[in-house]
């Protein structure tokens, strides 16, 4: 018994005997280690398993719940056939719902929760609750078994010839084959996709020298007198239409706003030069990760983007303020042609969007 | 004939109930008796926080009837289409297929929003349960020897279940959906070198292409939950096989396991849990609404809502990139790096790395070989808590950066404000959450050991005669002794001496030596309190004394 006055004192080894609490040896052994294992305690019977009138209610219990379920079942059966999928209700306190997604839902959790709690107070209540040991084995296996697994490999590789060299060249060309042999697969993911061309189309957007400003509310070109100081207009290149199909590829890149402020406040002036009396044209997606950038704060001047609010002063050049973005809001030049309408003089001279690799 | 080598002839029963016959039937060709007689009294033991891995089974399996039936009607297309169905706000609406026929499981068919919502709140249940689970493992240290392998096993799981709930959320094609497309098309340019290439791969051309929903849609449904469910039979049967840790109490040893025999609590007890949670769910999903996709309209990539945010799990890297400042520089030969959201894209898969390699690391400390089937109070392994927590709260950090905007709107703070804390808190708050864990569980084990040895404080005031007042401790019973001595104390690693026996200078390299400064951090003096001693026990009770 002494190794379990030491096994305390050290590092408990695993091994140490398990104490199963029978009567003789325990008061002894407690003198000796007061610590010692006293053993699975007794098991305490339950009011269930005394008194069979409590175990009755336990069964009438269970009983009910599995009926409650079955009604609950039929109630969603019920609720399927005969309320409208449109309707609209105030059911408090969650406020107007459908009142056949609720009735469903309700009807089938109520179904499923008293399975559930019919199963388990049937097992918690009249299911003996007698706890059991099982003795655990080691995972690790026996010196024999090892040495007869250790055997039964080298004879394989020896009947194979891979074990002694004597069939290099067999094992190094099958060793190359099944390395070379999944390149194919590889090979052929070349095709998800066209080459980037070295980021050529996230470069080039449908602004060209003339293209006309359409504003995105009223579809219609804009002119500068649209545009009172102050407002912000968020606008696409005329040409795009929402039935084209490349129009989501077009717009997030082309996608851009409009601001106009007093000249004087514009504090850069290749930015006052790019724009047309004071109204500057700006690329509307966030060079950050993309999102559009485009609550706009009057007084400020600022651009704020909703995804990870880096801010943008649009009065300098769209400089970031704050916030992740790494650089500028690119600014489209814009002039005003024959006909009295906005237009740009050419397409965004750095790409519009979150940078990439070959942006320079 | 070879009926000599056959076993003795088993007649069925002419009189057997038709189970039996079904049962004989079976094992003739599948062995069944010889399985179940080593599985049917199986023995697991039984603790709430069991419970948090079997939560992640039941999501999972709620999660593959509902997304089966989802499947049925949801049209993994981009392709554009006038929205002609019932809800009316949106129709005549120009949108993808794969938009329009989530609005229609949501309007048109009976039962199809409840499959959605149930579809929802069971994959943010999922994901919590893995990462409570995933907690309990840790920090009663059952991830150690013989369960590394299932610990990895789990953490794959984990992943795998984030990939899946970020193609799953990116499926309706929604105005959110649409930005967390957007999100991964930013943060894949920004990859060096072969960013642009990754970007045309992935999405089959320029963003948003019309690609990218069929290829989530194949990963969501097929690939990533088969790969769940292999991954997840792989993690159960180790779980029988290693046999479910317990914690130490009377009768519990490294030797045994305690508990309830699987036929018929345990399966009573599990298969009534699994209808609970479902129930549960089924109810949150008929009263609480979740995503609801009809409110923001079709994804365009020059629209945006305020107050996007993505499911929560994806919040920690929501935070790394918020965190980050906008680093951007142009380096020798014209090429961009874009460290701001280069740095979170790889500080997001080191903090995870730092969790699932724990267990390595804590083996190679203690250089412990042995088996451990006891679950471990975490305040019994103060260094490793401290560990866990300090993850938890660098999490947490990285989280609370994720909803930045929220905070500043809730709490009247400046998002400025928010920004810095969290970068500071990123890199201070686990240091100092280390520490004051590891203090923690130091005095949580010293009242252990006072308790033991003094016994339990009963709250009854006792006046002496010399008028001095004391408490009454009341002994502790044996079970609960024994409980709280169970556990192992190592001692801590030695360097050795610095000459072997011949008088010969040991070499001992710089990585032994900073292992053996770390394990002494583990079991020195300031890594654990000593647990009483038998000799200490007998002094204390002998003298019957209070002191
Ligand atoms: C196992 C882990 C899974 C997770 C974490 C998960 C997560 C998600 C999430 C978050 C959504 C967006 C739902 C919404 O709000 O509309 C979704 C949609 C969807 N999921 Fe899953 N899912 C899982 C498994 C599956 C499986 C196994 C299937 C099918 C076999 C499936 C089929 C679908 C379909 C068709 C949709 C789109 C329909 C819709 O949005 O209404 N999912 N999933
Ligand atoms: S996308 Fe604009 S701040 Fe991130």
């Known amino acids: 018994m002494s190794s379990q006055i030491e096994s305390h004192d050290d590092v408990n080894d695993g091994k140490t005997p398990v104490r199963t609490g029978d009567a003789d040896g325990l008061p002894e052994t407690r003198e000796h280690d007061p610590f010692a294992d006293p053993g699975l305690p007794a098991h305490k019977p339950r009011i269930q398993d005394l008194d069979e009138r409590a175990a009755k209610r336990s069964e009438r219990v269970v009983t009910l719940l599995f009926t409650v379920s079955m009604l609950a079942t039929v109630g969603f059966i019920l609720s399927y056939a005969l309320i409208p999928i449109d309707a609209i209700t105030y059911i408090w306190p969650f406020g107007n719902v459908s009142p056949l997604n609720f009735s469903l839902g309700m009807t089938l959790g109520l179904a499923l929760f008293c399975i559930g709690a019919g199963a388990v107070h049937w097992s918690r209540t009249l299911m003996s609750d007698e706890e059991s040991a099982q003795e655990r084995h080691p995972i690790e296996a026996t010196p024999a078994v090892k040495a007869a697994v250790m055997e039964d490999f080298r004879k394989g590789t020896e009947e194979s010839g891979i074990g002694f060299g004597r069939r290099k060249m067999i094992r190094n060309s099958m060793f190359g084959a099944l390395a070379l042999v999944p390149l194919s697969g590889i090979v052929l993911l070349r095709d998800l996709g066209p080459s980037p061309e070295g980021g050529a189309p996230l470069r080039r957007t449908m602004w060209e020298e003339g293209t006309l400003i359409i504003n995105e509310n009223t579809g219609q070109p804009l002119r500068p007198e649209d545009m009172v100081v102050g407002s912000l207009v968020q606008a696409m290149p005329e040409g795009l239409d929402l039935h084209d199909h490349h129009f989501h590829e077009e717009i997030a890149k082309a996608a851009v706003m409009l601001v106009r402020l007093e000249p004087e406040d514009i504090k850069d002036q290749q930015s006052a030069d790019w724009g047309h009396e004071g109204i500057l044209c700006y690329s509307k997606i966030c060079t950050h990760i993309g999102c559009p950038a485009t609550l706009y704060e009057q007084q400020t001047h600022h651009a704020l983007c909703p995804c990870h609010q880096s801010t943008f002063d649009l009065s300098d050049g769209a400089r970031v303020l704050f916030g992740p973005a790494g650089h500028a809001l690119p600014q489209l030049r814009i002039t005003v042609n024959e006909d009295g309408y906005l237009a740009a003089m050419g397409d965004f001279e750095e790409p519009p969007g979150p940078s990439f690799w070959e942006r320079g | ?547």
């Open chain 2, 1 to 547: 004939m070879s009926t000599t080598t056959n076993p003795p002839k088993r007649e069925t029963r002419s009189g057997a109930p038709a189970g039996e016959k079904v049962a004989d039937w079976a094992d003739g060709r599948l062995g069944v008796y010889t399985v179940a007689k080593s599985n049917m009294r199986k023995i697991f033991p039984d603790h709430w926080s069991f419970l948090l891995g079997e939560i992640c089974l039941y999501a999972f399996v709620i999660l593959l009837l509902t997304g089966v039936y989802l499947t049925l009607f949801f049209v993994p297309s981009m392709a554009e289409i006038e929205y002609e169905g019932s809800y009316i706000p949106m129709q005549g609406v120009l949108m993808s297929e794969a938009y329009a026929s989530t609005l229609n499981i949501s309007f048109d068919v009976r039962g199809g929003l409840l499959m959605r919502e149930i579809h929802h709140w069971s994959a943010l249940l999922f994901v919590v349960g893995i990462f409570f689970h995933m907690m309990r493992v840790f920090f009663t240290g059952a991830f150690r020897k013989p369960r590394e392998i299932n610990w990895l096993f789990g953490f794959a799981l984990l992943v795998l279940a984030i990939l899946t709930g970020l193609t799953g959320y990116s499926l309706p094609d929604d105005l959110l959906s649409g930005v967390g497309i957007r999100f991964m098309e930013g943060a894949i340019l920004s990859v060096p070198v072969v960013g642009t290439w990754l970007q045309m791969l992935v999405f089959g051309g320029e963003f948003p292409g019309s690609l990218i929903i069929p290829r989530f849609f194949v990963a969501h449904v097929l690939l990533l939950p088969g790969l769940m469910l292999g991954l997840l039979v792989a993690h159960l049967l180790l779980v029988v096989y290693h046999k479910h840790t317990h914690f130490a109490g009377p009768g519990r040893t490294n030797d045994n396991v305690v508990g309830m025999p699987l036929f018929p609590v345990y399966m009573a007890k599990a298969g009534g849990f699994f209808f609970l949670v479902f129930g549960v769910i089924a109810m949150i999903a008929a009263t609480t609404s979740i995503n609801p996709v009809w409110v923001l309209g079709p994804y365009r990539p020059d629209q945006i809502s305020t107050n996007a945010q993505p499911d929560w799990y994806l919040g920690f890297s929501e935070g790394l990139v918020r965190m980050m400042p906008g680093w951007e520089m142009v380096i020798p030969g014209g090429y961009t790096l874009n460290l701001g959201l280069l740095v979170p894209l790889i500080v997001f898969p080191l903090v995870f790395a730092v969790i699932a390699l724990y267990p390595f690391f804590e083996g190679w400390v203690t250089k412990d070989k042995r088996e451990h089937h006891i679950a471990e109070r975490p305040r019994n392994a103060p260094t490793r808590t401290a560990v866990g927590v300090a993850w938890l709260s660098w999490y947490f950090v990285a989280l609370v950066a994720g909803g930045n905007d929220i905070w500043a709107i809730h709490f009247d703070l400046s998002i400025n404000a928010i920004t810095w804390w969290t970068r500071i808190s990123f890199f201070v708050l686990p240091v100092i959450v280390f520490i004051i864990t590891r203090r923690i569980c130091l005095g949580l084990q010293r009242r252990d050991r006072e308790k033991v040895l003094h016994g339990r404080e009963t709250g009854i005031i006792k006046r002496l005669p010399h008028g001095e007042f004391i408490e009454v401790h009341e002994p502790l019973s044996a079970e609960k002794r024994y409980a709280l001595t169970a556990h192992d104390q190592p001692r801590p690693a030695e360097l050795g001496p610095s000459v072997d026996e011949n008088g010969v200078p040991r070499k001992v390299g710089p990585l032994e030596r900073l292992r053996v400064r770390i394990n002494r951090g583990y079991y020195g003096p300031s890594g654990q309190i000593p647990k009483p001693t038998a000799e200490e026990y007998r002094e204390i009770t002998s003298g019957h004394g209070h002191h």
